[in-house]
């Protein structure tokens, strides 16, 4: 059992009917001695029962985005360790707020991390959730990011993520939004660090095909591409 060194951060939104049983599968994992739920406006009890579960919960008044929501949880999760005498800088393990038990499968994802081989971890579902889209936000983060780095990962707008506390905070500040995991891929590869994918057996909720779900993509894709457009036309 590795000695505590990692902090997971939970961004959340509206996530009551999956937030406990992510929150309870994330403290298990090996190293984990902090976990951070980010209630990013919620409507509903996520805030309630992610801190029932046993998380540390900030929350926004409003809705501020996912990447703020990142950024208010890595900062919460400094502050922890700053409060712990003798405690030093955690790893960061950024998990999506409706993995629920699954999540406790993502410890490959901090291995390389912790090895010192990979600045930043990014996961690769083995089984994919079909969703009612058709890969355009997909498609569109995976093509960007091969333009700016030469590099194209399987899964590119995957959120699970670990990352040395030091990555993050090279990454900073974060693209707005959606397209934070495209913009944090191309900002650490252009600093020359070391991405690695890593396969788990995760699983979240699948999106529908209903108006609220085609609105929620073309959310993804504003974000996503004014993420590469500010990254491809300033090199």
Do not use: Y
């Amino acid at each position: 059992m590795p000695l505590p060194d990692l902090a997971v951060v939970i961004p959340a939104r509206n996530e009551a009917d999956r937030i406990a049983a992510t929150v309870g599968a994330a403290s298990k994992l090996a190293g984990a001695d902090i976990v951070v739920v980010v209630d990013d406006g919620s409507t509903d009890d996520t805030a309630a029962l992610a801190a029932s579960a046993g998380a540390h919960v900030i929350r926004h008044a409003r809705n501020r985005g996912k990447a703020a929501a990142m950024e208010t949880g890595a900062e919460a999760a400094r502050l922890i360790e700053a409060s712990r005498a003798g405690s030093g800088p955690r790893h960061l393990l950024f998990l999506d707020a409706d993995l629920a038990d699954s999540a406790v499968d993502a410890g490959p994802l901090v291995d390389p991390v912790r090895a010192g081989t990979a600045d930043m971890t990014i996961a690769v579902f083995r089984t994919r959730v079909r969703n009612g889209g058709f890969g355009i936000v997909t498609t569109t983060a995976g093509a960007g990011i091969e333009r700016a780095t030469g590099w194209r990962p399987a899964q590119p707008l995957n959120g699970q993520r670990c990352l040395t506390r030091a990555a993050f905070t090279a990454a900073l500040p974060l693209a707005h939004g959606w397209g934070v995991e495209t913009g944090m891929t191309i900002d650490l590869l252009r600093q020359g660090m070391r991405i690695t994918e890593v396969e788990v057996p995760l699983s979240h909720r699948a999106t529908g095909t209903d108006w609220r779900s085609q609105l929620h993509r073309l959310h993804q894709l504003v974000d996503v591409s004014r993420a590469l457009a500010v990254r491809i036309m300033k090199p």
